[in-house]
């Protein structure tokens, strides 16, 4: 709420956000607090002076993520800066390769603060590389979801504009089985699956397989986006409503975004060009495993493609795609 537009008023589109939060600045991390932690008697009566630790030493032995904490939190952070930083740029769209921070769990339960985030990144020798610039951007586009929520809160569940407010969604017992295929990784589109496999998995996605299953769900399957933005929501570890309905509302064509109706991920596309070994396909969908390369992307082409059960595909793309488009165009008019 405190980063506004000359008139005074919130802003709608990134881009002059992220200038002005640039411009704005911020200030530096809090320092550590000089008082000593004292227990509250009545609320841990009868535990031991060992009890916080052995419980958070169980929750790490669970955690599929890693584990939690301030100093979990503060090594990932030290990890990232020093191995992966400079090249983040150019890496973080692959998700065959480990190029990403990770940050975004501790960031969501509040273990880092990006305060301490940017100061790092302002001191690092890579600091004013592009992949540095590139991680400030994406604790832009953080803050900017924050900032759009906080004005808008019907948002959360609800389109932000009302343009598309009469796009026609489909419902109904054969929807539902298509919703349940993406749900569980059967769609017969590999990077979908594999990203909605991983979900299930690990409780993370790597953004670019998040972006191509939201649009497969809202363009191809033509399911208003709440419904996906829930299922992420009640299996990331990372969750954040902010940032995961707007997010949802960048590829359905709902949010911020100035004219994103035109636009239709393909998953084939998406995989050859950001997975081009598909080793992020076969680790996450074993079934095609016996497919080298890229073929992993599209099994229909291949004699042996669906030979160990992988199932087909459950729409044409191309054809719905032209179908969402053309329900954009109907509702715009």
Known sequence: GTVRT?????????????????????????????????RDADLLEG?????????????????????????????????????????????RDRPDLDATSRMSVHLAH???HPRTMLADIAAHPDGGSEGAQRFVTELAWREFYADVLWHRPDSAWGDLRDAL?????????????????WREGRTG??????????????G??????????????????????PVGARHFLDHLLDGDLASNSHGWQWVAGTGTDASPYFRVFNPVRQGERFDPDGAYVRRWVPELAHLPGARAHSP???????A?????????????RREALDRYERTRA
């Not at 958070?56 to 890693?66: F, K, Q, R, T």
């Not at 407010?165 to 295929?181: F, I, K, S």
């Open 300 to 306: 229909w082409d291949h004699d042996e493609g669906h």
């Open 110 to 112: 509040g273990e880092i």
């Open 6 to 38: 000359k008139g005074g008023t919130p802003f709608k589109v990134f881009t002059p956000f992220a200038r002005a939060w640039r411009d704005h600045g911020w200030p530096e991390p809090a320092g550590r607090p000089d008082v000593e932690w004292r």
């Open 165 to 181: 407010v009469d796009l026609p969604y489909d419902e109904g017992p054969e929807t539902d089985r298509l919703v349940t295929a």
């Open 204 to 225: 993370f996605m790597h953004n670019r397989a998040r972006m191509v299953a939201a649009s497969f769900l809202t363009k191809d399957l033509h399911v208003w986006w």
């Open 308 to 320: 160990h059960g992988y199932p087909q595909r459950v729409v044409d793309h191309a054809e719905e």
């Open 47 to 91: 535990l031991g002076d060992d009890a916080l630790p052995a419980v958070l030493a169980a929750a790490d032995e669970e955690a599929v993520d890693g584990p939690a904490g301030e100093e979990a939190a503060l090594e990932r952070w030290r990890t990232f800066l020093d191995e992966d930083l400079a090249e983040y740029g150019t890496a």
């Open 189 to 202: 589109y590999p990077f979908v699956d594999a990203g909605m496999r991983q979900l299930a998995a690990e």
